[in-house]
Structures are given as C-alpha cells and as structure tokens.
Nanobody, 128 residues
Framework: QVHLVESGGGSVQSGGSLKLSCAAS????????MAWFRHSQGHERQGVAA???????GYAYFAKDRFAISTDDAKNTLYLQMNSLKPEDTATYYC??????????????????????WGQGTQVTVAS
C-alpha cells in the first residue's frame, strides 16, 4: 500500500508562484509514474503534469512554460513548481502515483486511469 500526502497549497495573487509537494510512503520501490491532477467546481478533473522513473515529463497545454514537475527519489517526494499563476488555476490539486515491480518501463501519463494511488488534495486559490 502507498500513502500520498500533498502540501504547499494556499492563496496567492495573480502572477504569483507556489510549489506543491507530495510525500509518498509505503511500498514505493520499483519503477513509477507520478502526476498532478486538478479539479475545480464545474469542471472535470484535469491532468496537469506527469513524470516517470526515467525522468520523462508531460504537461497539459495550460501548464507548459509555467509549471515544472520534478521528483526527489531519495525523499520519495513529488513536486510541482507553479509560476505565473492565473485565477483559472484555482482548484484542488491532487497527487497520483503508480509503482511497478515487474522490471518493465511505464511511461508518464496524464490519464487518471493510469494511477492506482491518490492523495487527499491541496487547495490552490489565485486571486485576480
């Protein structure tokens, strides 16, 4: 079993920055894919950014050039650096992960169905 805990959310002015963290605990060895998703009222859940154990990343169109996903494998922590934040970035941000122990490579993905474990979310509010 894997437990994910997000932190780093908060309220910022438009144009500001936040860095989200997601600490993973439990059986986290092996290859992995991890991602950030977001959900706001009246909208469907969106994939924001994803990364795999080879370091390959993927971004949603709205996150390119503003957000950066990274991991610290030694700390089992996933990060999302968010810059130039806009009011439309207001949402609850969720960390997601899957771990694999069969020796194969699994690429990053922005599809929710690609992930087995989810955090509880952290709220990001961007004021205009």
């Amino acid at each position: 079993q894997v437990h994910l805990v997000e932190s780093g959310g908060g309220s910022v002015q438009s144009g500001g920055s936040l860095k989200l963290s997601c600490a993973a605990s439990g059986y986290t060895s092996g290859s992995y894919r991890m991602a950030w998703f977001r959900h706001s009222q009246g909208h469907e859940r969106q994939g924001v950014a994803a990364i795999d154990s080879r370091g390959t990343t993927g971004y949603a169109y709205f996150a390119k050039d503003r957000f950066a996903i990274s991991t610290d494998d030694a700390k089992n922590t996933l990060y999302l650096q968010m810059n130039s934040l806009k009011p439309e970035d207001t949402a609850t941000y969720y960390c997601a992960a899957s771990y694999f122990f069969d020796g194969y490579y699994y690429a990053q993905s922005l599809q929710p169905s690609a992930y087995s474990y989810w955090g509880q979310g952290t709220q990001v509010t961007v004021a205009s």
